[in-house]
Nanobody, 120 residues
């Protein structure tokens, strides 16, 4: 099992920025990603990155969010710019040993989440 710990969430006004971090003790995984879940909505994929640094983004965050990782620190990041109230959600880091998928059901390992709240 992969241990994941998110941090960096908070409350910002629309147009602001936040950077989420996900620290992992074990980094022998192929795909890591960020997912989010807003109240009353299903969990959705936001961004993924595999071991080759291939990335994928939810259409609504393209150009605003950037996923990256620091292998030395075993940390995954999500830089979020130009935030809107629609980005308000609990953000989760997830990992899996195989290829990246957009479906949260394919990720066996999850962090506890970090809340992002964007006010208008």
């Amino acid at each position: 099992q992969v241990h994941l710990v998110e941090s960096g969430g908070g409350s910002v006004q629309a147009g602001g920025s936040l950077r989420l971090s996900c620290e992992t003790i074990t980094y022998s995984i192929n795909c890591m990603g960020w997912f989010r879940q807003a109240p009353g909505k299903e969990r959705e994929g936001v961004a993924t990155m595999d071991s080759t640094a291939l990335t994928s983004y939810l259409d609504s965050v393209k150009g605003r969010f950037t996923i990256s990782k620091d292998n030395a620190k075993k940390t995954l990041y999500l830089q979020m710019n130009s935030l809107t109230p629609e980005d308000t959600a609990m953000y989760y880091c997830a990992a899996r040993g195989g290829s990246c998928f957009w479906n949260a059901d394919y990720f066996p390992d999850w962090g506890h989440g970090t809340q992002v709240t964007v006010s208008s």
